[in-house]
T-cell receptor
Framework: GQQLNQSPQSMFIQEGEDVSMNCTSS?????WLWYKQDPGEGPVLLIA?????ELTSNGRLTAQFGITRKDSFLNISASIPSDVGIYFC?????????FGQGTTLQVKP | GAGVSQSPSNKVTEKGKDVELRCDPI?????LYWYRQSLGQGLEFLIY????????KSGLPSDRFSAERTGGSVSTLTIQRTQQEDSAVYLC???????????????FGSGTQLSVL
């Protein structure tokens, strides 16, 4: 079936550093999404991308929809301690949304 | 309600017993989704509903798993004869509709932590 491969699996960085993570698939998708999950909570939508090549920002977060429609990346600039959490990429072609395995981010003050 | 509500928040059961997990979506949201998150794992799709219909049940791991939704609102995920590998957090989410432009904006509940001993 369709799968999203997310990397890296985890990151441990210093506060102030920039972060980059990505998601790839062998399938073509119409939509790419990035969610963040805080401990003990459900994931929350950060950015939604709808067009190949689209580059969208949300504060310190920037995400891009790959031209091939098979990948996406998320960048976080100037990380802060509250950026800690699990970041999931997600995608859909139909009503069903699927998600990657997640990237666990830890930020050292 | 103000958000997606799931109950119970924690459930401990013995192997072989049946369990029911409940999800109350945001009022007016016609689409409802169930996901499973095992420790340190990603979000595994189980099933989604548009209204009371389930167009895609492909993620249900086995015939021990079933879900229903009545009145276009509350949904129940039932696991029969639970096994230890069923232990996970079961997350429910809802959206205005299960169509592009709406279904990306999922609102998740806080989940039910299921532990099978």
């Amino acid at each position: 079936g369709q799968q999203l491969n997310q990397s890296p699996q985890s990151m441990f960085i210093q506060e102030g550093e920039d972060v980059s993570m990505n998601c790839t698939s062998s399938s073509i998708f119409n939509t790419w999404l990035w969610y963040k999950q805080d401990p003990g909570e459900g994931p929350v939508l950060l950015i939604a991308l709808y067009k190949a090549g689209e580059l969208t920002s949300n504060g310190r977060l920037t995400a891009q929809f790959g031209i091939t429609r098979k990948d996406s990346f998320l960048n976080i600039s100037a990380s802060i301690p509250s950026d800690v959490g699990i970041y999931f990429c997600g995608s859909s072609n139909t009503g069903k949304l699927i998600f990657g395995q997640g990237t666990t981010l830890q930020v050292k003050p | 309600g103000a958000g997606v509500s799931q109950s119970p928040s924690n459930k401990v059961t013995e192997k072989g017993k049946d369990v029911e997990l409940r999800c109350d979506p945001i009022s007016g949201h016609t689409a409802l989704y169930w996901y499973r998150q095992s420790l340190g794992q990603g979000l595994e799709f189980l099933i989604y509903f548009q209204g009371n219909s389930a167009p895609d049940k492909s993620g249900l791991p086995s015939d021990r798993f079933s879900a229903e939704r009545t009145g276009g609102s509350v949904s129940t995920l039932t696991i029969q004869r639970t096994q230890q590998e069923d232990s996970a957090v079961y997350l429910c989410a809802s959206s205005l509709a299960a169509v592009r432009g709406f279904n990306e904006k999922l609102f998740f509940g806080s989940g039910t932590q299921l532990s099978v001993l």
